[in-house]
């Protein structure tokens, strides 16, 4: 352990404690579940990555800790230290949530004012935050004429400036260009190092594998649908932290190996990585040609047909978010499995990455109709009625005897490129009909 | 981020105003604005609450002396209602947007009175204000501002609720967040967010209500005519005396008026509320205004808003120390109450349907019902006809137009100065016409229905045009898309939302207008078409309410339903489809 890490050396104090958080999206009772009996305690002075891919109801816990939703089931405690009578947090959005009419002071100042500081101190403690994020300058500016990492470190100056015990981050750089996130993140670990900030922990919501080891000291990992803690991993590698060394890289693989892995794994391709069976599985909105794409990319050189998963992501600059559905994507379709932390291309998908269009839609056809129920189901009810067409409202509906109205919509709009691309069926945007492939 | 306009000196503060420094050449300026705006403010609110007998003693004439005086009062009229509009609007559409109940009641309340003629109303509330302060000018003043009131509250009520209902979902955490009280939230978040849109509809409104200071001013009551000094009052009087050159004079004034407090009023507001558009980028170019630009250089503007920052201040600070409001816990609705809440506005409904029922059915027959209808289907059928060829001229004008930026730069402020003039004013000269040529008043009084509303359709369709992209219009020449298919395919498409939205627009104004389009008096002369909008009209002269009623009644709903079945669906179908984005 390095010298500057704070985790180490002080007694292990807790400030926040979750107990059984239990949430769903809807009215009650019913919806749809989010967030599955999660437990959580936060220490004192330590960073706490949640990880997970969206839906994964992270950001619901977040909102939870942050007190802006108010959980179905279970408590979330603040808990009082000898040193920290009443732990407050304040949060950093992804989106930055500034107001634009305000300047930069202004939007500073607007969590002091709701706390009725002296107009005073509320400037002199301002500008104090706005100098220690690295504004001073931009004082008098209007968040529109900021780029966005600065706009980011005005985010994070409000957060700061009401002197929260707890910092909440819901995915702070997603919105920025690489480069910008980097500096930014330098710079908040260099803060949080060095001991700078007023807070006593932080709390991140991210889906970039590298970027919760490289910041966390511990990082739990959900699953989706519903949200539930999966593992707990804890970062012991000293700050500051190397990307490229070793045990980096292999606590990331380690990471994206568990994250591949089901809790329930009986066979090794089944039908359910996604969640729901049969029609009734949730199908990610992932296109045909990034599929195409990925296909080529592992099946060229240097991969040659297995490509680790951590690989994939920097080469291709992709984000859990993005590369775990296509993976998954590409499992369900059987062109490729996962194993650990990499993905194999199957047979098929090898003769596939060296196929011609026409061949290449008719490889993909078969496999949809083999392996996706809904496509199968859709297609078979076109093949026997005697107009070949059929309703989307029908297959909407029973999507949504199943899961929530926008998963259905997602999932059928999935279907429908796909079985575009594969001419199987088509879809009239106008009538809102299916049919077989009939151009006109 | 540099933007390429030398960027304007920032507010002074409020310690740097009071610093003693030679006054400059714009302090000076901006001064002598503001006074004279204040001298004329007074001068013009002493007549509003003389006896009202004063008005037998002065009684408006035809001098065109006397025009600036009317001019002043008209105006002073109108900011009434436009004040009264906006903290209506302030009031209930907050109240709409924090409570579910009270929405529940407003907004479709909000959404028929958009509807109903407001002409028609006349009759019922300048009995209603005379008897609040009898013998007092003030009483007919407050029913001509209520009316213009009327032209303008509802839509910019529904303008804000919706913004309300719009807010960007982050900015409320950050508000809840940082546990803001509720009236600090409202300032620093509701009321700055739908300030754009709000300005937007007042200024729309505000032209509307031209359109109703003209029928206001002269109010007749049973066998007693109250004329408030006005330009509408005047003009009234001009129609009279079939007097050619004073109606010359107060269309001149009008246009001047409405010129004046376009540049003096609108625009510095219009470039002001540009700060609160909800966009983070620094992008399109922002509006401009001399008389904005003038005032920000002035230590004097700043002064003005002393008291009413001072005021909202106090009324912080009086809130209590710290608003805590731990989690928006959804509240499980009680049951009972919930049941309680729904039987009593079904009983409202009920006891207000079967109140109208039996007041309409004692004093009219089932008779009267079908007349009011067979009417309203003969003005229904006026106005889509008038729709239609209004379409058919303003289209391609409009498109025309709108693909020549420098052009459109210039017709579009014209455009919109014609949508506010009031077209009643030009009704005269139409009479004249027919008169003189024995036209057919059922097909001849049709066009000045939509007279005054036909620029909607420009203007929006300039707009649609103008928005329609390059890379688009490129591509259709690239290849050699022309003549009806380049109609069919691009420029149609193109300003479709646009053209609904003005079309719907001047759909609703005409029907509205219809009411003193279809009767039309010149002097002595007196024209009536068939339709409803005369029915009304002749209801109120001859005092049966019990028909004025049935008549607003009637064409509210014919307009509800026009909206509902045929602009909405095609609104839909355009935002759905043709949205440019």
């Known amino acids: ?440 | 981020m540099s933007p390429d306009k030398k960027p304007l000196p920032i507010l002074p503060s409020f310690s740097r105003m009071l610093r003693l420094t030679r006054p400059s050449r714009e302090d000076a300026m901006g001064f002598v604005i503001l006074a004279g705006l204040a001298l004329l403010v007074f001068r013009a609110g002493e007549g509003m609450v003389e006896p009202l007998s004063s008005l037998h003693l002065e009684p408006v004439t035809l001098d065109p002396a006397h025009l600036p005086y009317y001019a002043l009062r008209t105006v002073l009229r109108m900011f009434a209602a436009l004040l009264a509009s906006t903290l209506f609007t302030l009031i209930v559409s907050t109240l709409a947007a924090r409570s579910r109940r009270a929405g529940q009641i407003v907004v479709p309340a909000l959404d028929i009175l958009q509807s109903v003629p407001i002409l028609g109303f006349l009759t019922f509330t300048v009995t209603f204000f005379m008897n609040l302060f009898p013998g007092n000018v003030l009483g007919a003043e407050l029913a001509s501002i209520f009316a213009i009131f009327t032209s303008q509250a509802w839509n910019m009520a529904f303008s804000f609720y919706q913004s309300l209902r719009n807010l960007p979902g982050d900015l409320e955490e950050v508000c809840e967040g940082f546990e803001l009280s509720p009236l600090r939230r409202f300032l620093r978040l509701d009321l700055p967010y739908a300030t754009p849109a709000l300005v937007w509809n007042a200024m729309m409104s505000m032209s509307g209500g031209w359109f109703f200071v003209v029928a206001s001013e002269a109010i007749t009551l049973g066998n007693t005519t109250v004329t408030l000094p006005g330009i509408g009052s005047y003009l009234a009087l001009a129609i009279a005396h079939q007097d050619f050159g004073a109606v010359g004079w107060a269309v001149g004034m009008m246009a001047l008026v409405i010129v004046a407090y376009d540049q003096l009023f609108f625009r510095p507001i219009v470039a002001w509320a540009d700060r609160f558009r909800f966009e983070q980028t620094a992008g399109t170019e922002a509006p401009q205004s001399w008389v904005y630009n003038l005032l920000r250089r002035t230590r004097v503007l700043p002064l003005l808003f002393v008291p009413l920052g001072a005021m909202l201040g106090l009324l912080l600070a009086l809130e209590p120390r710290r608003f805590r409001r731990r989690a928006a816990e959804p509240r499980p609705a009680n049951a009972v109450t919930e049941r309680i809440w729904q039987a009593s506005i079904w009983a409202g409904v009920v006891a207000a349907l079967g109140w109208i029922g039996h007041y309409v059915l004692t004093s009219l027959g089932l008779h009267d019902i079908l007349l009011a209808f067979g009417y309203a289907a003969i003005t229904l059928v006026r106005v889509v006809v008038l729709i239609v060829l209004a379409s058919a001229v303003w289209v391609p004008l409009g498109v025309t137009i709108g693909l020549r930026p420098r052009l459109a730069e210039r017709v579009q402020p014209v455009a919109q100065f014609l949508a506010a003039f009031p077209a009643n004013v030009l009704f005269p000269f139409a009479v004249m016409g027919i008169v003189r040529f024995g036209l057919l008043p059922d097909i001849w009084l049709s066009p000045l229905m939509i007279l005054g509303t036909q620029w909607y359709i420009l203007f929006n369709v300039i707009a649609g045009a103008s928005s329609i992209p390059n890379d688009l219009r490129e591509a259709a020449s690239m290849f050699c898309v022309r003549g009806w298919q380049w109609w069919r395919q691009v420029a149609l498409p193109g300003i479709f939302p646009y053209y609904i939205t003005g079309a719907l627009t001047a759909s609703g104004g005409s029907w509205n207008a219809s009411i003193v389009a279809e009767v039309v008096t010149w002097g002595s002369h007196r024209l009536e078409a068939h339709g409803l909008g005369a029915y009304i009209a002749d209801a109120t002269t001859a005092g049966h309410y019990p028909q004025v009623a049935l008549g607003i009644a009637v064409m509210s709903l014919f307009v509800l339903g026009f909206n509902r079945m045929v602009w909405r669906p095609l609104y839909a179908f355009g935002e759905r489809r043709l949205r440019l984005s």
Not at chain 1, 34 to 58: A, F, H, I, M, P
Not at chain 1, 63 to 81: F, K, Y
Not at chain 1, 82 to 108: G, H, I, R
Not at chain 1, 172 to 195: H, N, Q
Request: glycine share 8%; net charge negative; proline share 7%.
């Open chain 1, 1 to 440: 352990m390095a010298t500057i890490a704070p985790a180490a050396s002080l007694p292990v104090i807790p400030l926040i404690k979750v107990k059984g958080l239990n949430h769903y999206y809807g009215p009650p009772p019913g919806g749809h579940l989010v967030l599955e009996n999660v437990d959580l305690t936060l220490y004192q002075n330590e960073v706490v990555g949640l990880l997970g891919r969206s839906g994964s109801g992270k950001s619901t816990l977040l909102r939870s800790i942050a007190g802006l939703i108010h959980p179905r089931h279970g408590t979330v405690e603040r808990v009082a230290g000898p040193d920290c009578p009443d732990p407050s947090v304040a949060m950093v959005f992804q989106t930055f949530a500034l107001f634009p009419w305000l300047t930069v002071q202004e939007n500073v100042e607007l969590g002091l004012e709701a706390q009725k500081v002296p107009p005073e101190e509320r400037r002199a403690r301002a500008l104090a935050a706005i100098d220690l994020i690295g504004l001073d300058g931009f004082e008098n500016a209007y968040p529109k004429e900021l780029s966005g990492g600065m706009r980011q470190r005005v985010g994070l100056a409000r957060a700061l400036v009401v002197n929260p015990s707890l910092l909440l981050m819901d995915e702070p750089f997603s919105a920025l260009d690489v480069l910008t996130a980097e500096t930014l993140r330098t710079d908040l670990l260099d803060l949080w190092s060095e001991g700078r900030m007023p807070i006593r922990s932080i709390l991140i919501v991210t889906h970039n594998i590298e970027e919760a080891v490289q910041m966390c000291d511990r990082i739990l990992v959900f699953s989706s649908n519903p949200g539930r803690v999966v593992a707990e991993i804890r970062v012991d590698i000293p700050r500051p932290r190397d990307r490229l060394d070793p045990p980096f890289r292999a606590l990331v693989d380690d990471i994206y190996a568990r994250m591949t892995a089901r809790p329930d794994q009986v066979q090794p391709t089944r039908d359910g990585v996604f969640p729901g069976t049969g029609i009734a599985m949730v199908l990610p909105r992932v296109s045909t040609n990034t599929l195409a794409g990925l296909i080529e990319e592992v099946d060229g050189t240097p991969f040659n047909g297995k490509a680790g998963m951590a690989e994939l992501a920097a080469t291709l600059n992709f984000e859990v978010d993005d590369l775990f559905p296509m993976a998954e994507t590409l499992q369900l379709l059987r062109f490729a499995e996962l194993r650990g932390a990499d993905l194999l291309l199957t047979p098929s998908a090898r003769r596939y990455a060296q196929a011609g269009v026409d061949q290449r839609k008719a490889m993909f056809g078969e496999a949809l109709l083999a392996h996706v129920p809904l496509a199968g189901h859709i297609r078979r009810i076109l093949d026997e009625r005697a107009s070949h067409k059929a309703p989307a409202r029908r297959f909407r509906d029973e999507l949504e005897d199943h899961m929530s109205e926008d998963f259905a919509d997602e999932t059928l709009r999935t279907v429908t490129n796909w079985g575009r691309y594969a001419e199987i069926f088509t879809y009239h945007e106008d009538d809102d009909q299916f049919s077989l492939d009939d151009p006109q």
